[in-house]
């Protein structure tokens, strides 16, 4: 159940916030607020158990919860999920993944912890009671709020290893916790502000966790696609799904790179923990990002937004 309940969109400078839908990407940008959700099922099968990205306080059939400045409810159900739980530094970290695929699923699963501790010491706390990882039964993964999707087209294909997609996208998919959970964006018109970052995300992975596997992601997970195209797209300027991605997603992650090499490691990563700071539950611009990271470093980028930014 996504994006089942009416909400206000964000009102900025006279306009609401309201795009149209589109073929590929999100369009809707959320706000935060506090939800209370009373769930009761109905004639439902026998062990059916509902995963929802804030924990259960109800009793019985009755099933209570409350989650603060969140910027969407989502949750799922079915009588199939095992489930998967860690506790970190006072977080409940929770996987729901089907039984004929328990070790992939426990796979991602650990994935997903190693990917929020990482991501919590470079970015910053995590701001709720819990994180959860649903394995979806379409082929498709997204991310919300507390919560996210994998596609099972990532468990079809798992090797076992970390040199995987289900290891990558679980990785990518933990980071939108912090960049668009905590940080939003205009996710139709400023769409790389949330994917590029979030698939940086990913190199910090591997990066600090396993660099034995970088080579292989930077070859297969971005170098393969020989992605191309303007950072700054909105979702409506492609001609489809992959020149969309291979622009925001992964000519966007070069671009963070070479920013990064530009004004330092620890700079860049000072900036983007004050970043995460100063824009907290609101919504981030890409003036904003930038007007930021000039408080950080006196380096210019001018030359280099000219190469990936369509309007540097």
Known sequence: MTDWHPFVPPFVNGDWLVHNPWYFGEHLVYPVADYEVEIRLTNAPEGSVIAANTLDRGDGER?????????????????????????????????????????????????????????????????????????????????????????????????GTQSSFLVAISAHETAHQWWFGLVANDQALEPWLDEALCTFAERLYYENLYPESLTWWLETRVDYYEPQGWVDLTIYDSAGYRPYRDAVYLNGMYFLTELRELVGQETFMDFLEDFQVRKTHGLATSAEFFDILSEHTNADWCELKAIYFQNP
């Open 63 to 159: 099933h209570l919860y409350q989650i603060e400045q969140a910027r969407n409810f989502v949750w799922s159900v079915s009588p199939d999920y095992q489930i998967f739980q860690e506790d970190v530094d006072g977080v409940t970290l929770l996987g729901y993944g089907f039984p004929y695929e328990a070790e992939i699923g426990e796979a991602a699963f650990e994935a997903t912890v190693e990917a929020y501790r990482l991501y919590a010491q470079l970015f910053g706390p995590y701001p709720h009671e819990s994180l959860t990882m649903i394995q979806a039964d379409f082929l498709h993964g997204m991310e919300y709020d507390g919560l996210y999707f994998l596609s099972k087209a990532f468990y079809n294909i798992y090797d």
